[in-house]
């Protein structure tokens, strides 16, 4: 199993789950940040760090397409272990619906 980033991060991007993985696997998005699955240890430490709770074990429900995403965009977004500014905006974007749909990017982010 793996943690992985599901669709409350798009546009709050917070964070500060970078700062606490003890292997150094997020990796950034221009909205977002994924979870790199294969090397997520499982510690967990991550979930309750996320203010957007966007953070989940892929053993709940309905997961697969947030794993699916978080595999492919490790693979092509820059490595994150320092935490920046979140964006000004973060706080409206809490909890909007259907951020995936109108607002997922697939351009890299700014990494480390
Ligand atoms: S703390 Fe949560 S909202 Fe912030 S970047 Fe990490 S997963 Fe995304
Ligand atoms: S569960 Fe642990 S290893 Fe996996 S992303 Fe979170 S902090 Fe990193």
Redesign the pocket.
């Known amino acids: 199993m793996?943690?992985v980033v599901t669709e409350n991060c798009i546009k709050c991007k917070y964070m500060d789950c970078v700062e606490?993985?003890?292997?150094d696997?997020?990796y950034e998005g221009e909205n977002m940040l994924v979870?790199h699955p294969d090397e997520?240890?499982?510690?967990?430490?991550?979930e309750p760090e996320c203010p957007a709770e966007a953070?989940k074990p892929d053993t709940e429900e309905g997961l697969e397409k947030w794993l699916q995403l978080n595999a492919e965009m490790a693979q092509n977004w820059p490595n994150i272990t320092i935490k920046r500014e979140p964006p000004a905006d973060a706080k409206e974007w809490d909890g909007k619906p259907g951020k995936y749909e109108a607002h997922f990017s697939s351009e890299a982010g700014q990494g480390d």
């Open positions: 793996t943690y606490v993985c003890p292997v696997c997020f979870i997520c240890i499982d510690c967990g430490v991550c953070i």
